[in-house]
């Protein structure tokens, strides 16, 4: 199973616990500018640093130039987010050797400044294949239905991307829905909670962010 972490240049208050539990042998680690010297904070060594290197520390760039570490440098002056340029070599990586990730995993996406905090959420539409993480959330996009195993007691929101929700139906939740359209500016898919094992999502079109909260209740 082949996973890629990221680390962004975001906030960051994971436990080293809960980074170590990302990796394992088959993981890829990538880094956007100033996430570097997040994943030096947490010993983890990135393939790639990418990004007009602005935000980055100059001893922690020394340190990993000298570890082999591949470093592309943008000019500052550019038309990509260092996320996006991430993303963009997260595929090249995927089309040269011929597989694609099972999990790419986005650390330090949120916080610090609000533009690219939605930006970053946005591109999830684009590059589908990712999940945004902080130590007790995990955020992620979709335009099909799914279910969820295992997360009895999380706290879940939709957040539509498009005016309706169609035909949307809820089970395995305290607030359920059968077949409801559901507009983008209304709040009634907020603050929801799993209360079975085993949940579904089942709706007929649209886009939506989904957002997964542990430890809303306990058993």
């Given at each position: 199973?082949?996973?890629?972490?990221?680390?962004?240049?975001?906030?960051?208050?994971?436990?080293?616990?809960?980074?170590?539990?990302?990796?394992?042998?088959?993981?890829?680690?990538?880094?956007?500018?100033?996430?570097?010297?997040?994943?030096?904070?947490?010993?983890?060594?990135?393939?790639?640093?990418?990004?007009?290197?602005?935000?980055?520390?100059?001893?922690?760039?020394?340190?990993?130039?000298?570890?082999?570490?591949?470093?592309?440098?943008?000019?500052?002056?550019?038309?990509?987010?260092?996320?996006?340029?991430?993303?963009?070599?997260?595929?090249?990586?995927?089309?040269?050797?011929?597989?694609?990730?099972?999990?790419?995993?986005?650390?330090?996406?949120?916080?610090?400044r609000i533009d690219l905090t939605l930006n970053n959420?946005?591109?999830?539409?684009?590059?589908?294949?990712?999940?945004?993480?902080?130590?007790?959330?995990?955020?992620?996009?979709?335009?099909?239905?799914?279910?969820?195993?295992?997360?009895?007691?999380?706290?879940?929101?939709?957040?539509?991307?498009?005016?309706?929700?169609?035909?949307?139906?809820?089970?395995?939740?305290?607030?359920?829905?059968?077949?409801?359209?559901?507009?983008?500016?209304?709040?009634?898919?907020?603050?929801?909670?799993?209360?079975?094992?085993?949940?579904?999502?089942?709706?007929?079109?649209?886009?939506?962010?989904?957002?997964?909260?542990?430890?809303?209740?306990?058993?």
């Amino acid at each position: 199973m082949k996973k890629c972490v990221i680390f962004l240049n975001g906030e960051y208050t994971y436990s080293q616990q809960f980074i170590d539990d990302l990796f394992d042998e088959n993981t890829i680690c990538l880094c956007a500018d100033g996430g570097v010297n997040s994943a030096h904070k947490y010993n983890k060594k990135p393939l790639y640093i990418i990004g007009d290197l602005d935000s980055v520390n100059a001893e922690i760039l020394e340190d990993y130039k000298k570890q082999g570490v591949n470093i592309v440098k943008y000019n500052p002056e550019k038309d990509y987010t260092d996320f996006e340029l991430i993303l963009q070599k997260v595929e090249e990586l995927e089309k040269d050797g011929d597989f694609k990730f099972d999990s790419m995993s986005i650390l330090g996406a949120l916080g610090k400044r609000i533009d690219l905090t939605l930006n970053n959420i946005f591109l999830m539409e684009k590059y589908k294949n990712i999940k945004i993480l902080t130590e007790n959330e995990e955020i992620f996009y979709t335009e099909s239905s799914f279910s969820l195993n295992n997360k009895k007691g999380y706290g879940f929101s939709i957040i539509p991307l498009d005016n309706i929700i169609g035909n949307l139906t809820l089970k395995g939740f305290k607030y359920e829905l059968d077949s409801v359209n559901v507009e983008r500016k209304s709040s009634r898919l907020v603050s929801n909670i799993i209360e079975k094992e085993v949940c579904s999502v089942s709706f007929t079109r649209g886009k939506m962010i989904v957002i997964l909260r542990k430890n809303v209740t306990e058993d």
